[in-house]
């Protein structure tokens, strides 16, 4: 791989993965913007094709996929340096100002027009939960159509079937997710799924 | 009194088993409502949080550290989100052995399905709060409907939410 830039220098990476971190509001598609125009665009650190495959792979790394994108791109540009420089600078510039909201927060919470606002505000954040849960849900129906019915009705049954396991039963989540590995993998395996790298990519939250 | 390693390691197994910023949200709901270290209006309140500050969507647990547990609460969130997002390293290194079994598709196909079904979950949490009626939940249909249109910021839907829980309910 050729690189038509030289490698930034630690502070350049510190700066340019602060800007990214504090430059995404709305989460993960603003942030996955602003990676791909900073390293693929603006400096040419990255191919797209690159980014393409390192972004399959953070699909399938528990937790934040952003979080495993930066240790990657940070380990390609900087090794263990690199890696470091690039989660302080993506994470720490956002956390300290999330921080500072929340401490902000707290001195006000007890007015009661502050209480007012909230009880507007937090149902709002359960209705753009129901459509981030709905992104997530689309490229798993998509794929039960071109399955099949049979596929398809298995996929609705086994995601109702985990959030009853959690609101009556209060099973614990990770044996809900421990659990749904297992049946899928019973289930789920003996078809011919298209492979599952490439599939997913472009998916944001 | 909460016990700091607990509560990190709570934090920790909660962003390990999760995939994406808000799948861990269950998992914490579970284990911080049993040790009595949250309040379910924390919940609400982080996500708020999360939504209006900059940086991944993931980071509203920040908010939820610092509004359970102060500063040291927020520091050990960012700790925890940060570890699993390591193991991509290890990922790299085996995930190109074992990618064409078809079980490891299966699972994943069935571990997908089950962060859908654990986000509906938390939408069930957050409309199940005490300060949320009928009202409340014409304005998450509201928010959903949108946030679906994609036309409008997520800021100013929460902007309008609020303004909305004002005329509402002061």
């Known amino acids: 791989m050729e690189l038509q830039d030289p490698r930034p220098s630690k502070w350049q990476l510190f700066r340019i993965w602060a800007s990214v971190g504090l430059q995404s509001f709305g989460g993960g598609a603003s942030t996955t913007f602003l990676i791909q125009r900073a390293f693929i665009e603006k400096h040419k650190w990255l191919s797209m094709e690159e980014f393409t495959q390192l972004w399959n792979l953070c699909i399938l790394t528990p937790g934040i996929n952003l979080i495993a994108l930066t240790v990657l791109i940070g380990r390609k540009l900087g090794g263990a340096w690199g890696i470091a420089i690039s989660l302080a600078g993506l994470l720490l510039p956002s956390a300290v100002i999330t921080c500072l909201l929340a401490a902000g927060f707290k001195t006000v919470e007890n007015l009661p027009a502050v209480q007012a606002i909230l009880r507007g505000v937090v149902p709002a954040t359960g209705g753009i939960m129901l459509l981030v849960g709905l992104n997530f849900a689309l490229p798993l129906i998509r794929r039960g159509y071109k399955e099949g019915a049979l596929y398809l009705l298995a996929s609705s049954v086994l995601i109702i079937a985990c959030a009853l396991a959690v609101i009556l039963l209060k099973l614990s989540v990770i044996v809900v997710v421990l659990g749904a590995a297992f049946l899928g993998a019973l289930f789920f395996s003996s078809r011919s799924a298209p492979p599952l790298l490439g599939k997913e990519q472009g998916e944001q939250q | ?170």
Request: proline fraction near 4%; charged fraction near 10%; glycine fraction near 12%.
């Open chain 2, 1 to 170: 009194m909460i016990n700091p390693l607990i509560y990190f390691l709570l934090f920790l197994k909660a962003s390990l088993f999760s995939t994406g910023g808000f799948s861990n949200l269950p998992s914490l709901h579970q284990d911080l409502l049993a040790n009595a270290w949250a309040k379910e209006a924390d919940f609400g309140q982080s996500i708020a949080i999360g939504q209006i500050s900059p940086g991944p969507n993931g980071l509203w647990v920040i908010s939820l550290g610092y509004l359970t547990y102060g500063y040291l609460g927020a520091f050990l969130a960012l700790i925890a989100i940060t570890i699993p997002a390591l193991l991509v390293l290890v990922i790299s290194a085996g995930y190109t052995r074992i990618e064409h079994r078809v079980w490891v598709r299966g699972a994943m196909h069935g571990v997908s399905l089950a962060v859908v079904g654990l986000l509906l979950t938390v939408v069930w949490t957050i409309l199940h709060q005490p300060g949320v009626d009928w009202k409340g939940l014409l304005i998450a249909a509201g928010a959903f409907g949108l946030a679906l249109s994609r036309k409008v910021n997520i800021l100013i839907i929460l902007g309008l939410a609020g303004l909305v829980g004002y005329l509402l309910y002061r």
